[in-house]
C-alpha cells in the first residue's frame, strides 16, 4: 500500500522538542568546525564580517529538503553580494536512517553522498557535515529538514523556522527567512522570530538501535524461487500489475551480475513501500536451481524471484523482449501504464537507475517528479 506523501511532513514534534531544544531565540550562535563538500574544513568565525548569517539544516534523502535545494541556492546568490553568508548543515546520522527512510532519494545522507547530490544539482552553496557527531545539531536543535536560523552581526539569533510556507513553490505566500534577512539588513526589528518547521525529522544516533532492528526484521522474510515459463515471462513483460516493475535478469556465473545484485535489492528495499515491485529472474537452467537459491539466501532477497523453467534461455528471453538475446545483466524498468522507461543490457548505473525510478514514481505532487526528471 502506498504511503501518502504527507508521511513525509512532520511538525515540530513534542519529542524533538523535548529531547533536542531548540536554540533559543536571543541565542549566541554556537561555534563549529566542520569538513565541506569542497574538502575544506569551516568553522563559524569564517563568516564573522557578514553582517547576517543564515544556517540551513538540510539533507540528502528527505523529498522536502530536495525541493529547497534550489531555494538555498538563491538566498545564497540573492543576498551573496550584500555580504549575507547563507551556509547549509547536514545534520543526521547516516546510521540512524532505516532503508526504507531513503524511499524518495537516490542515496543517503553521508559526507560523499552529499558531494554527490551537491555536484549533480549544481549546488555551490557552502555544505557541511555534522553526521559523525551530530555536536552542532545538538547545540542548534534543528527539528527537521529544512529548519532555517538566521543571526545579526553580533551572531545573535533573530529568527529561527521555516524557509518559507510552502514546499510547493507555487503556493508560496510568506517568505519567513528572507523576511527576517530584509530587516536585519535595514536595521529593523524581526518582525516573526519564530515559525514552525516541517519536512523530515532530524535523525539522531539514538535511532540506529532502531535501524538494526528493521534490519533485522528484513533479513527473516523467507526468500522465494519459483520457476518461469515462456508465458511467465511474456506476462511479465506486460506488467499486469500496473506497478513500477523493475526486472533484473542475471546468473551466477556472471560477474557484474553478482557485483550489482545487493545493489538492486537494496534499490528495492528503498522504494518498496512507495510501490515499487522488483522481479528478478536467473537465467539458468532448472539445474541450477541449488546455486540460485544459494544466491538468493546469501542476498536476503525478498522480492519476488525467478528462475527459467528450460535450458533455452533464448527462447525465454525472447519471449520478454524479441531484441534481447539472453546475455545477462539485463535490467529493464516498467512503468504502470506498461512503458519501458530504462533498459540497460551490462551493468547498471545505480545512481542513475534510481533517479530515473524515482522520475516515474506516482507522486502526489508532480514538483518530486520534476526534481528528479533528466
Known sequence: MLRNTLFLIFALLAYGADSHPILPIDSAAPDFTLRGVDGKIHHLADYAASPVLVIVFTCNHCPIAQLYEQRIMRL?????????????????????????????????????????????????????????????????????????????????????????????????????????????LAGTPVAVTHTGVFGCSTKWKEKEAERLAALRKLEEKPVSLDLATAEDVKTLRANPAKKLTLVSFWNTQCGKCIDQFAGIQATYRMYSVRGFALVTVAAASPDDRAAVQAMLEKQHATSRNLWFSSGDATSLAHAFDPDWHADVPYTVLIASDGTVVYRKSGAVDMLELRRTILANMDWEYVGFSKYWAR
Open 76 to 184: 545564497y546568490e540573492d543576498y551573496r553580494d550584500k555580504g549575507v553568508a547563507v551556509v547549509a548543515i547536514q545534520p543526521n546520522a547516516p546510521e540512524a536512517l532505516r532503508i526504507d527512510e531513503l524511499d524518495s532519494s537516490d542515496m543517503s545522507d553521508t559526507l560523499a553522498e552529499m558531494k554527490t547530490r551537491a555536484s549533480y544539482k549544481h549546488l555551490t552553496y557552502p555544505y557541511l557535515y555534522d553526521g559523525d557527531t551530530q555536536s552542532v545539531a545538538r547545540a542548534y536543535g534543528p527539528q527537521a529538514t529544512p529548519h532555517v536560523f538566521v543571526f545579526d552581526s553580533d551572531r545573535h539569533l533573530r529568527y529561527e523556522g521555516r524557509v518559507d510556507n510552502s514546499y510547493r513553490e507555487e503556493m508560496v505566500k510568506t517568505q519567513d527567512a528572507r523576511n527576517a534577512i530584509d530587516a536585519l
